[in-house]
């Protein structure tokens, strides 16, 4: 159980990472519309009230986002097309909402000058994929 928190607090910290990057002032109010109304999305259902399959659901997607989020030129990418992370059993709400949060970010790079996301994700990842692996 300690490992899965400790899992789950360093994804969290990469997704952190990007929510915190993409919720900039100037995208507040376009990212509330990116939600899809009536939509219930697993990252925002607690833990513990999240069934079985919310929780599958969520760290599938978690184990996605971490397999696939690169750098490249100093810009967050996903690598995944929006078939094949479909394919892998996750809606593509989801798939919509990384590849929004991923433009917000790499506007936020641009904007104020970060010209290390490939550290700042490197240092991210550290020791979670062994973390993945138990």
């Known amino acids: ?4 928190m400790n899992l789950v607090t360093k994804v969290f910290g990469i997704v952190g990472i990007i929510l915190f990057i993409s919720c900039s002032n100037s995208v507040k109010e376009d990212k509330k519309e990116q ?15 999240r069934t079985p399959e919310q929780q599958k ?12 989020l690169k750098v490249d030129s100093n810009h967050l990418i996903f690598s995944l097309s929006e078939s094949d992370f479909t394919n892998r059993g996750i809606p593509k709400p989801y798939y919509e909402l990384l590849q929004h949060s991923i433009k917000d ?6 904007s104020v000058g ?3 996301m490939d550290s700042i994700l490197r240092e991210s990842y550290q020791g979670l994929y062994m973390d993945l692996d138990k």
């Open 1 to 4: 159980m300690n490992m899965l």
């Open 35 to 49: 939600l899809q109304k009536g939509y219930e999305y697993v990252h925002l259902i607690p833990d513990s009230l």
């Open 57 to 68: 659901l969520y760290h599938l997607i978690l184990e996605t986002v971490i397999s696939h």
């Open 105 to 110: 970010a790499n506007h936020f790079i641009d």
């Open 114 to 116: 970060i010209n290390n």
